[in-house]
């Protein structure tokens, strides 16, 4: 059966060359642009599970004005490592 199927597939696929090509390029981009998205998303999530009390974990948002423009920062001084 599955034999049958690929079989028609490919002979699908060799009729309309140039757009059998486009499809299976889109859905190629598609599938690696989803995966990037994907370990991105992955990464973001899971950036504080190395440590032990990531509950109490914090960051500091700085905003510095640089030539009229407003440059958000986030750090963590070292004088607040301590508490």
Do not use: Q
């Amino acid at each position: 059966m599955y034999r049958l199927i690929f079989k028609t597939a490919f002979r699908s696929l060799g009729k309309t060359e140039p757009n059998s090509f486009l499809n299976i390029f889109g859905l190629a981009i598609g599938i690696a642009c989803a995966s990037l998205i994907f370990l991105w998303v992955e990464d973001e999530m899971t950036f504080n599970d190395v440590y032990a009390k990531k509950g109490r974990l914090y960051a500091v948002d700085i905003n510095f004005k640089y030539n009229h423009d407003i440059l958000p920062w986030v750090r963590l001084p070292r004088a607040m490592a301590g508490l």
